[in-house]
Protein backbone atom coordinates (compact mmCIF):
# COMPACT_ATOMS: atom_id res chain seq x y z
CA UNK A 1 0.00 0.00 0.00
CA UNK A 2 2.55 2.20 0.75
CA UNK A 3 4.91 1.84 -2.36
CA UNK A 4 1.67 2.34 -4.26
CA UNK A 5 1.05 4.98 -2.29
CA UNK A 6 4.86 6.47 -3.02
CA UNK A 7 3.99 5.83 -6.98
CA UNK A 8 1.23 7.99 -7.43
CA UNK A 9 3.42 10.70 -5.35
CA UNK A 10 6.17 10.38 -7.65
CA UNK A 11 3.90 10.07 -10.64
CA UNK A 12 2.61 13.48 -9.28
CA UNK A 13 5.99 14.57 -9.37
CA UNK A 14 6.82 13.81 -13.01
CA UNK A 15 3.46 15.30 -14.51
CA UNK A 16 4.18 18.38 -12.49
CA UNK A 17 7.84 18.33 -13.59
CA UNK A 18 6.39 18.33 -17.49
CA UNK A 19 3.85 20.51 -17.32
CA UNK A 20 6.57 22.99 -15.93
CA UNK A 21 8.21 22.03 -18.67
CA UNK A 22 5.88 22.55 -21.21
CA UNK A 23 4.93 26.06 -19.63
CA UNK A 24 8.56 26.91 -19.86
CA UNK A 25 8.89 26.30 -23.48
CA UNK A 26 5.53 27.78 -24.55
CA UNK A 27 6.30 31.55 -22.60
CA UNK A 28 10.44 30.94 -23.40
CA UNK A 29 10.41 30.55 -27.43
CA UNK A 30 8.02 33.63 -27.83
CA UNK A 31 9.99 35.73 -25.42
CA UNK A 32 13.06 34.68 -27.55
CA UNK A 33 10.82 35.77 -30.97
CA UNK A 34 10.09 39.14 -29.34
CA UNK A 35 14.05 39.55 -28.54
CA UNK A 36 14.44 39.26 -32.07
CA UNK A 37 12.14 41.62 -33.00
CA UNK A 38 13.42 44.26 -30.59
CA UNK A 39 16.63 43.44 -32.72
CA UNK A 40 15.50 44.31 -35.92
CA UNK A 41 13.97 47.25 -34.84
CA UNK A 42 17.25 47.98 -33.33
CA UNK A 43 19.52 47.02 -36.54
CA UNK A 44 16.69 49.51 -38.69
CA UNK A 45 17.29 52.22 -36.42
CA UNK A 46 20.87 52.07 -36.74
CA UNK A 47 20.57 51.44 -40.90
CA UNK A 48 17.71 53.18 -41.45
CA UNK A 49 18.04 56.14 -44.48
CA UNK A 50 17.37 59.75 -42.49
CA UNK A 51 14.72 61.32 -43.46
CA UNK A 52 11.09 61.81 -42.10
CA UNK A 53 10.07 58.74 -43.14
CA UNK A 54 12.77 56.56 -41.44
CA UNK A 55 9.92 55.42 -38.82
CA UNK A 56 7.91 54.20 -41.39
CA UNK A 57 11.17 51.79 -42.05
CA UNK A 58 11.93 51.02 -38.68
CA UNK A 59 7.83 49.63 -38.27
CA UNK A 60 8.27 47.71 -41.54
CA UNK A 61 11.53 46.20 -40.21
CA UNK A 62 10.27 44.73 -37.21
CA UNK A 63 6.92 43.30 -39.36
CA UNK A 64 9.31 41.82 -42.28
CA UNK A 65 11.08 39.71 -39.08
CA UNK A 66 7.66 38.61 -37.75
CA UNK A 67 6.79 37.61 -41.53
CA UNK A 68 10.27 35.66 -41.41
CA UNK A 69 9.57 33.91 -38.50
CA UNK A 70 6.27 33.03 -39.70
CA UNK A 71 8.04 31.64 -42.87
CA UNK A 72 10.22 29.54 -40.97
CA UNK A 73 7.71 27.86 -38.87
CA UNK A 74 5.58 26.72 -41.77
CA UNK A 75 7.18 26.98 -45.21
CA UNK A 76 10.36 24.98 -44.13
CA UNK A 77 8.54 22.19 -43.59
CA UNK A 78 7.88 21.15 -46.99
CA UNK A 79 11.90 20.44 -47.34
CA UNK A 80 12.26 18.61 -43.81
CA UNK A 81 9.10 17.04 -42.95
CA UNK A 82 9.53 13.86 -45.81
CA UNK A 83 12.79 13.11 -44.19
CA UNK A 84 11.67 13.02 -40.26
CA UNK A 85 8.84 11.44 -41.55
CA UNK A 86 10.96 9.03 -42.53
CA UNK A 87 13.36 8.21 -39.49
CA UNK A 88 16.40 9.57 -41.59
CA UNK A 89 16.31 12.21 -39.63
CA UNK A 90 15.41 13.10 -35.93
CA UNK A 91 13.28 17.01 -34.96
CA UNK A 92 16.90 18.34 -33.86
CA UNK A 93 18.74 17.17 -36.89
CA UNK A 94 16.58 18.11 -39.25
CA UNK A 95 16.06 21.82 -37.73
CA UNK A 96 19.76 22.07 -37.26
CA UNK A 97 20.34 21.50 -41.11
CA UNK A 98 17.70 23.49 -42.25
CA UNK A 99 19.10 26.32 -39.96
CA UNK A 100 21.96 26.22 -41.80
CA UNK A 101 20.97 26.01 -45.29
CA UNK A 102 17.96 28.59 -44.97
CA UNK A 103 20.75 30.85 -43.51
CA UNK A 104 23.17 30.00 -45.99
CA UNK A 105 21.02 30.29 -48.72
CA UNK A 106 19.05 33.43 -47.69
CA UNK A 107 22.70 35.30 -47.29
CA UNK A 108 24.27 34.08 -50.20
CA UNK A 109 22.12 33.77 -52.97
CA UNK A 110 19.11 35.39 -51.68
CA UNK A 111 17.42 36.36 -54.60
CA UNK A 112 16.08 40.47 -55.36
CA UNK A 113 11.96 40.22 -56.21
CA UNK A 114 11.89 44.10 -55.51
CA UNK A 115 10.94 43.96 -59.28
CA UNK A 116 7.72 41.39 -59.21
CA UNK A 117 6.51 42.95 -56.39
CA UNK A 118 6.54 46.74 -57.14
CA UNK A 119 6.52 46.39 -61.26
CA UNK A 120 5.04 43.32 -62.06
CA UNK A 121 1.86 43.15 -59.51
CA UNK A 122 1.20 46.96 -59.41
CA UNK A 123 1.13 48.56 -62.66
CA UNK A 124 3.71 51.06 -62.86
CA UNK A 125 1.36 53.31 -65.09
CA UNK A 126 -0.84 54.37 -62.00
CA UNK A 127 0.99 56.30 -59.32
CA UNK A 128 1.55 56.17 -55.89
CA UNK A 129 2.36 59.04 -53.86
CA UNK A 130 5.86 57.34 -51.98
CA UNK A 131 3.65 57.24 -48.48
CA UNK A 132 0.94 55.50 -50.05
CA UNK A 133 3.44 53.06 -51.69
CA UNK A 134 4.94 52.58 -48.35
CA UNK A 135 1.96 51.95 -46.87
CA UNK A 136 0.83 49.47 -49.37
CA UNK A 137 3.77 47.09 -48.88
CA UNK A 138 3.58 47.56 -44.82
CA UNK A 139 0.29 46.54 -44.94
CA UNK A 140 1.02 43.22 -46.91
CA UNK A 141 4.03 42.20 -44.61
CA UNK A 142 1.65 42.40 -42.20
CA UNK A 143 -1.26 40.58 -43.56
CA UNK A 144 0.79 38.26 -44.87
CA UNK A 145 2.46 37.47 -41.74
CA UNK A 146 -0.68 37.39 -39.68
CA UNK A 147 -2.37 34.92 -42.52
CA UNK A 148 0.40 32.45 -42.60
CA UNK A 149 0.55 32.69 -38.42
CA UNK A 150 -3.08 31.65 -38.38
CA UNK A 151 -2.48 28.96 -41.14
CA UNK A 152 0.94 27.48 -39.03
CA UNK A 153 -1.71 27.29 -36.02
CA UNK A 154 -4.23 25.82 -38.15
CA UNK A 155 -1.43 23.21 -39.29
CA UNK A 156 -2.07 24.22 -42.46
CA UNK A 157 0.98 24.24 -44.98
CA UNK A 158 0.10 27.32 -47.24
CA UNK A 159 2.02 29.37 -49.89
CA UNK A 160 4.15 32.23 -48.57
CA UNK A 161 4.56 33.39 -51.97
CA UNK A 162 0.80 33.57 -52.37
CA UNK A 163 0.38 34.76 -48.86
CA UNK A 164 2.71 38.56 -50.46
CA UNK A 165 1.21 38.97 -53.24
CA UNK A 166 -2.32 38.64 -52.02
CA UNK A 167 -1.08 41.41 -49.37
CA UNK A 168 0.08 43.33 -51.95
CA UNK A 169 -2.59 42.96 -54.50
CA UNK A 170 -5.40 43.74 -51.86
CA UNK A 171 -3.32 46.99 -50.76
CA UNK A 172 -2.99 48.16 -54.08
CA UNK A 173 -6.40 47.87 -54.50
CA UNK A 174 -7.44 49.90 -51.22
CA UNK A 175 -4.87 52.54 -52.30
CA UNK A 176 -5.86 52.98 -56.10
CA UNK A 177 -8.74 50.86 -57.09
CA UNK A 178 -8.84 47.98 -59.33
CA UNK A 179 -6.96 49.59 -62.29
CA UNK A 180 -4.12 49.48 -60.32
CA UNK A 181 -3.44 45.52 -60.29
CA UNK A 182 -2.10 43.06 -63.06
CA UNK A 183 -4.48 40.54 -63.60
CA UNK A 184 -2.92 38.83 -65.79
CA UNK A 185 -0.07 38.27 -63.45
CA UNK A 186 -2.93 37.04 -60.34
CA UNK A 187 -4.40 34.94 -63.17
CA UNK A 188 -1.29 32.42 -63.27
CA UNK A 189 -0.67 32.59 -59.78
CA UNK A 190 -4.23 30.85 -59.47
CA UNK A 191 -3.61 28.68 -62.17
CA UNK A 192 -0.70 26.88 -59.96
CA UNK A 193 -3.39 26.44 -57.53
CA UNK A 194 -3.99 23.21 -60.30
CA UNK A 195 -0.66 23.04 -61.97
CA UNK A 196 1.70 22.84 -58.72
CA UNK A 197 0.27 19.79 -56.96
CA UNK A 198 -0.70 17.95 -59.84
CA UNK A 199 2.38 18.46 -61.39
CA UNK A 200 4.51 17.34 -57.97
CA UNK A 201 1.90 14.66 -57.42
CA UNK A 202 2.59 12.87 -60.82
CA UNK A 203 6.43 13.28 -60.81
CA UNK A 204 6.99 11.64 -57.22
CA UNK A 205 3.88 9.08 -58.39
CA UNK A 206 6.58 8.41 -61.15
CA UNK A 207 9.77 8.49 -59.46
CA UNK A 208 8.67 5.86 -56.75
CA UNK A 209 7.02 3.48 -59.51
CA UNK A 210 10.28 3.45 -61.24
CA UNK A 211 12.36 2.82 -57.84
CA UNK A 212 9.51 0.06 -57.38
CA UNK A 213 9.84 -1.53 -60.91
CA UNK A 214 13.69 -1.22 -61.08
CA UNK A 215 14.23 -2.48 -57.30
CA UNK A 216 11.94 -3.13 -54.58
CA UNK A 217 9.67 -5.43 -57.35
CA UNK A 218 12.81 -7.55 -58.50
CA UNK A 219 13.61 -10.53 -57.25
CA UNK A 220 17.15 -10.11 -56.34
CA UNK A 221 16.78 -6.69 -54.95
CA UNK A 222 20.53 -6.06 -53.71
CA UNK A 223 21.62 -6.72 -57.47
CA UNK A 224 19.09 -4.48 -58.53
CA UNK A 225 19.60 -1.81 -56.02
CA UNK A 226 23.60 -2.22 -56.90
CA UNK A 227 22.63 -0.74 -60.39
CA UNK A 228 19.68 1.68 -60.14
CA UNK A 229 20.59 3.50 -56.61
CA UNK A 230 23.31 5.00 -58.13
CA UNK A 231 21.38 6.23 -61.30
CA UNK A 232 18.75 7.86 -59.10
CA UNK A 233 21.69 9.25 -56.87
CA UNK A 234 22.78 10.78 -60.39
CA UNK A 235 19.55 11.94 -61.66
CA UNK A 236 18.96 13.66 -58.34
CA UNK A 237 22.68 15.68 -58.36
CA UNK A 238 21.91 16.13 -61.99
CA UNK A 239 18.91 17.70 -61.19
CA UNK A 240 20.04 19.79 -57.89
CA UNK A 241 22.90 21.34 -59.74
CA UNK A 242 20.52 22.59 -62.68
CA UNK A 243 18.12 23.84 -59.73
CA UNK A 244 20.26 25.97 -57.79
CA UNK A 245 22.25 27.51 -60.73
CA UNK A 246 18.66 28.70 -62.27
CA UNK A 247 16.75 28.69 -58.52
CA UNK A 248 19.43 29.12 -56.20
CA UNK A 249 22.23 30.99 -57.43
CA UNK A 250 20.97 33.72 -59.78
CA UNK A 251 21.76 36.56 -58.06
CA UNK A 252 25.57 35.54 -58.43
CA UNK A 253 25.94 33.47 -61.57
CA UNK A 254 23.97 34.23 -64.39
CA UNK A 255 24.13 31.22 -66.44
CA UNK A 256 22.95 30.06 -70.24
CA UNK A 257 20.54 27.12 -70.55
CA UNK A 258 23.75 25.32 -72.47
CA UNK A 259 25.80 25.66 -69.64
CA UNK A 260 22.73 24.60 -66.81
CA UNK A 261 22.54 21.25 -68.73
CA UNK A 262 26.31 20.73 -69.30
CA UNK A 263 26.75 21.50 -65.40
CA UNK A 264 24.09 18.83 -64.73
CA UNK A 265 25.51 16.29 -67.20
CA UNK A 266 28.96 16.95 -65.26
CA UNK A 267 27.44 16.33 -61.73
CA UNK A 268 25.92 13.41 -63.03
CA UNK A 269 28.90 11.87 -64.05
CA UNK A 270 30.59 12.47 -60.94
CA UNK A 271 27.99 11.76 -58.39
CA UNK A 272 27.46 8.08 -60.59
CA UNK A 273 31.12 7.84 -59.74
CA UNK A 274 31.17 8.12 -56.65
CA UNK A 275 27.68 6.89 -55.95
CA UNK A 276 28.40 3.52 -57.28
CA UNK A 277 31.33 2.01 -54.96
CA UNK A 278 29.74 3.55 -52.51
CA UNK A 279 26.71 1.38 -53.12
CA UNK A 280 28.40 -1.62 -53.43
CA UNK A 281 29.99 -1.46 -49.71
CA UNK A 282 27.10 -0.27 -48.23
CA UNK A 283 25.15 -3.48 -49.63
CA UNK A 284 27.45 -6.18 -48.87
CA UNK A 285 25.89 -8.02 -46.10
CA UNK A 286 22.17 -6.76 -46.58
CA UNK A 287 18.88 -8.82 -46.81
CA UNK A 288 17.41 -9.22 -49.68
CA UNK A 289 14.36 -7.29 -48.58
CA UNK A 290 12.89 -4.04 -48.87
CA UNK A 291 13.46 -2.38 -45.42
CA UNK A 292 17.58 -3.06 -45.94
CA UNK A 293 17.69 -1.05 -49.28
CA UNK A 294 15.59 1.73 -47.52
CA UNK A 295 18.94 2.38 -45.77
CA UNK A 296 21.25 3.01 -48.98
CA UNK A 297 19.08 6.34 -49.71
CA UNK A 298 19.44 7.75 -46.31
CA UNK A 299 22.23 9.84 -46.81
CA UNK A 300 21.34 10.26 -50.16
CA UNK A 301 17.89 12.10 -49.11
CA UNK A 302 19.67 13.84 -46.15
CA UNK A 303 21.55 15.88 -48.63
CA UNK A 304 18.53 16.42 -50.96
CA UNK A 305 16.55 17.70 -47.40
CA UNK A 306 19.53 20.18 -47.09
CA UNK A 307 19.84 21.37 -50.91
CA UNK A 308 16.10 21.92 -50.86
CA UNK A 309 16.03 23.93 -47.71
CA UNK A 310 19.44 26.32 -49.20
CA UNK A 311 17.17 27.05 -52.77
CA UNK A 312 14.42 27.42 -50.16
CA UNK A 313 16.25 29.91 -47.80
CA UNK A 314 17.77 31.69 -51.55
CA UNK A 315 14.26 32.08 -52.74
CA UNK A 316 11.53 32.66 -50.25
CA UNK A 317 13.64 34.79 -48.49
CA UNK A 318 12.38 37.43 -50.31
CA UNK A 319 8.69 37.08 -49.01
CA UNK A 320 9.98 38.37 -46.25
CA UNK A 321 12.16 41.00 -47.47
CA UNK A 322 11.08 42.16 -50.67
CA UNK A 323 8.68 44.35 -49.85
CA UNK A 324 10.92 45.44 -46.69
CA UNK A 325 13.61 46.68 -49.63
CA UNK A 326 11.21 48.37 -51.11
CA UNK A 327 10.24 50.65 -47.82
CA UNK A 328 13.85 51.27 -47.25
CA UNK A 329 14.11 52.38 -51.44
CA UNK A 330 10.86 54.25 -51.70
CA UNK A 331 12.03 56.23 -48.17
CA UNK A 332 15.58 56.73 -49.30
CA UNK A 333 15.02 58.39 -53.08
CA UNK A 334 11.41 59.70 -52.35
CA UNK A 335 10.07 57.72 -55.84
CA UNK A 336 8.36 54.58 -56.03
CA UNK A 337 10.50 53.33 -59.06
CA UNK A 338 12.05 50.58 -57.07
CA UNK A 339 12.36 48.04 -59.57
CA UNK A 340 16.31 47.86 -60.22
CA UNK A 341 16.85 48.62 -55.91
CA UNK A 342 19.45 46.01 -54.59
CA UNK A 343 18.93 44.54 -51.68
CA UNK A 344 20.66 45.83 -48.85
CA UNK A 345 22.82 43.41 -46.84
CA UNK A 346 20.79 44.13 -43.20
CA UNK A 347 17.47 43.71 -45.04
CA UNK A 348 18.54 40.44 -46.27
CA UNK A 349 20.04 39.29 -42.75
CA UNK A 350 16.50 40.40 -40.77
CA UNK A 351 15.10 37.71 -43.35
CA UNK A 352 17.68 34.78 -42.45
CA UNK A 353 17.52 34.84 -39.37
CA UNK A 354 14.24 35.11 -38.68
CA UNK A 355 13.40 32.12 -41.01
CA UNK A 356 16.04 30.23 -39.33
CA UNK A 357 14.88 31.46 -35.70
CA UNK A 358 10.84 30.66 -36.90
CA UNK A 359 11.75 27.25 -38.25
CA UNK A 360 13.71 25.98 -34.47
CA UNK A 361 11.27 27.77 -32.23
CA UNK A 362 7.64 27.01 -34.14
CA UNK A 363 8.63 24.42 -37.18
CA UNK A 364 8.29 20.96 -35.40
CA UNK A 365 4.43 21.07 -35.52
CA UNK A 366 4.03 21.74 -39.57
CA UNK A 367 7.15 19.07 -39.91
CA UNK A 368 5.44 16.59 -38.92
CA UNK A 369 2.18 16.67 -40.32
CA UNK A 370 3.84 16.83 -43.94
CA UNK A 371 5.67 13.91 -42.83
CA UNK A 372 4.12 11.85 -40.45
CA UNK A 373 -0.09 12.64 -41.18
CA UNK A 374 -0.52 12.50 -44.44
CA UNK A 375 0.97 9.23 -45.12
CA UNK A 376 3.90 6.86 -43.70
CA UNK A 377 7.30 7.57 -45.45
CA UNK A 378 10.08 5.80 -45.61
CA UNK A 379 13.75 6.68 -47.01
CA UNK A 380 12.66 5.36 -50.50
CA UNK A 381 9.22 7.73 -50.77
CA UNK A 382 10.96 10.12 -49.14
CA UNK A 383 13.36 10.48 -51.39
CA UNK A 384 11.04 10.41 -54.30
CA UNK A 385 9.08 13.38 -52.81
CA UNK A 386 12.47 15.88 -53.20
CA UNK A 387 13.69 14.02 -56.02
CA UNK A 388 9.99 15.38 -57.47
CA UNK A 389 10.04 18.89 -55.83
CA UNK A 390 13.38 19.61 -57.22
CA UNK A 391 13.10 18.38 -60.53
CA UNK A 392 9.13 19.76 -61.01
CA UNK A 393 10.22 23.40 -60.30
CA UNK A 394 13.19 23.18 -62.69
CA UNK A 395 11.05 22.00 -65.35
CA UNK A 396 8.48 24.67 -64.38
CA UNK A 397 11.04 27.37 -64.43
CA UNK A 398 12.14 26.17 -68.30
CA UNK A 399 8.51 25.78 -69.24
CA UNK A 400 7.50 29.53 -67.77
CA UNK A 401 4.66 27.38 -65.58
CA UNK A 402 3.01 29.21 -62.84
CA UNK A 403 4.14 27.06 -59.80
CA UNK A 404 4.21 27.16 -56.18
CA UNK A 405 7.18 25.20 -54.43
CA UNK A 406 4.88 24.54 -51.55
CA UNK A 407 2.21 22.94 -53.20
CA UNK A 408 4.39 20.98 -55.26
CA UNK A 409 6.14 19.27 -52.22
CA UNK A 410 2.78 18.83 -50.74
CA UNK A 411 1.34 17.46 -54.02
CA UNK A 412 4.20 15.13 -54.58
CA UNK A 413 3.79 13.62 -50.92
CA UNK A 414 0.39 13.24 -51.69
CA UNK A 415 1.15 11.42 -55.02
CA UNK A 416 3.52 9.19 -53.15
CA UNK A 417 0.49 8.11 -50.91
CA UNK A 418 -1.72 7.49 -53.31
CA UNK A 419 0.42 5.11 -55.42
CA UNK A 420 1.08 3.27 -51.97
CA UNK A 421 -2.57 2.78 -51.76
CA UNK A 422 -3.34 2.31 -55.39
CA UNK A 423 -0.63 -0.91 -55.44
CA UNK A 424 -1.16 -1.97 -51.56
CA UNK A 425 -3.60 -4.47 -50.35
CA UNK A 426 -4.23 -2.69 -47.42
CA UNK A 427 -6.03 -0.02 -49.06
CA UNK A 428 -9.73 0.45 -48.94
CA UNK A 429 -11.05 -1.66 -52.06
CA UNK A 430 -13.61 0.68 -53.55
CA UNK A 431 -12.25 4.34 -52.38
CA UNK A 432 -15.85 5.87 -54.04
CA UNK A 433 -17.80 4.45 -51.59
CA UNK A 434 -19.24 7.71 -49.79
CA UNK A 435 -20.51 7.73 -46.14
CA UNK A 436 -23.90 7.50 -46.79
CA UNK A 437 -23.90 4.49 -48.90
CA UNK A 438 -23.30 2.40 -46.15
CA UNK A 439 -26.56 3.87 -43.91
CA UNK A 440 -28.86 3.72 -47.41
CA UNK A 441 -27.89 -0.48 -47.18
CA UNK A 442 -28.44 -0.67 -43.07
CA UNK A 443 -31.27 -3.27 -43.41
CA UNK A 444 -29.51 -5.19 -45.84
CA UNK A 445 -26.47 -5.54 -44.15
CA UNK A 446 -28.30 -6.12 -41.22
CA UNK A 447 -26.61 -3.36 -39.17
CA UNK A 448 -27.78 -0.18 -37.16
CA UNK A 449 -26.42 3.56 -38.36
CA UNK A 450 -24.64 3.57 -35.51
CA UNK A 451 -22.32 0.41 -36.66
CA UNK A 452 -22.42 1.14 -39.73
CA UNK A 453 -20.92 4.66 -38.83
CA UNK A 454 -17.97 2.76 -36.94
CA UNK A 455 -17.67 0.47 -39.65
CA UNK A 456 -16.79 3.48 -42.23
CA UNK A 457 -14.50 4.87 -39.38
CA UNK A 458 -12.75 1.78 -39.53
CA UNK A 459 -12.33 1.54 -43.53
CA UNK A 460 -11.55 5.37 -43.45
CA UNK A 461 -8.62 4.81 -40.55
CA UNK A 462 -7.37 1.95 -42.89
CA UNK A 463 -6.51 4.11 -45.81
CA UNK A 464 -2.85 4.63 -46.38
CA UNK A 465 -3.24 8.85 -47.39
CA UNK A 466 -5.60 10.68 -44.54
CA UNK A 467 -7.81 12.73 -46.95
CA UNK A 468 -9.22 15.32 -44.29
CA UNK A 469 -5.42 16.78 -44.34
CA UNK A 470 -5.78 17.37 -47.64
CA UNK A 471 -9.40 18.43 -47.87
CA UNK A 472 -7.48 21.32 -44.80
CA UNK A 473 -4.57 21.88 -47.07
CA UNK A 474 -6.38 22.52 -50.15
CA UNK A 475 -9.27 25.01 -48.41
CA UNK A 476 -6.13 26.97 -47.07
CA UNK A 477 -4.56 27.44 -50.48
CA UNK A 478 -7.52 28.33 -52.33
CA UNK A 479 -8.51 31.18 -49.64
CA UNK A 480 -4.78 32.31 -49.59
CA UNK A 481 -5.03 34.70 -51.89
CA UNK A 482 -8.12 36.61 -51.08
CA UNK A 483 -8.07 36.08 -46.97
CA UNK A 484 -4.81 37.72 -47.30
CA UNK A 485 -6.06 40.64 -49.94
CA UNK A 486 -8.78 41.27 -47.71
CA UNK A 487 -7.21 41.55 -44.61
CA UNK A 488 -4.22 43.77 -46.22
CA UNK A 489 -6.98 45.90 -47.74
CA UNK A 490 -8.24 46.74 -43.98
CA UNK A 491 -4.78 47.19 -42.50
CA UNK A 492 -4.07 49.59 -45.37
CA UNK A 493 -7.23 51.72 -44.55
CA UNK A 494 -6.20 51.36 -40.52
CA UNK A 495 -2.53 52.17 -41.23
CA UNK A 496 -3.27 55.43 -43.23
CA UNK A 497 -5.91 56.39 -40.40
CA UNK A 498 -2.73 55.89 -37.57
CA UNK A 499 -0.38 58.07 -40.34
CA UNK A 500 -3.16 60.49 -40.61
CA UNK A 501 -3.55 61.06 -36.94
Same mark, same amino acid.
Given at each position: ??????????????????????? =? /????????????? %???????????????? =????????????????????? +?????????? &????? $??????????? !?? =???????? &???????????????????????????????????????????? &??????? *????? #??????????????????????????????????????????????? $?????? +??????????????????????????????? /??????? %????????????????????????????????????????? %????????????????? +?????????????????? #?????????????????????? @????????? /??????????????????? !??????????????????????? *???????????????????????????????????? +? /????????????????????????? *??????????? $????? #??? =????????????? @?
Amino acid at each position: MAKSALDKDLNKVVNLETATGDL =S /RSLAFPGIALVFL %LGAMVVAAFYAVEGPL =SYLVIIASVIAGYMALNIGAN +DVANNMGPAV &GSRAL $TMAGAIAIAVV !CE =SAGALLAG &GDVVKTISSELLLPAVHLETVDFIVVMTAALLSSALWINLATYL &GAPVSTT *HSVVG #GVIGAGVAAAGFSVVAWPVLATIVASWVISPVLGGVMAAGVLAFANA $TILERE +DKIAAARIWVPVLISGMAAVFAMYLTIKGLS /RIWSASP %LQVLMLGAVFAVISWMLARPWVMRRSIGLENRSKSINGLFR %LPLIFAAALLSFAHGAN +DVANAVGPLAAIVAAAGS #GSTDVAAVALPLWVLAIGAVGI @ALGLALFGP /RLIRLVGEKITKMNEIRAY !CVAFAAATTVLIASWLGLPVSST *HIAIGAVFGVGFLREATSNRGVRNPAVQPYSLFLNT +D /RLNKTPEEALANFQKRERRRLVRRQ *HGLQIAAAWVI $TVPAA #GLL =SALLYWLIGLLIV @A
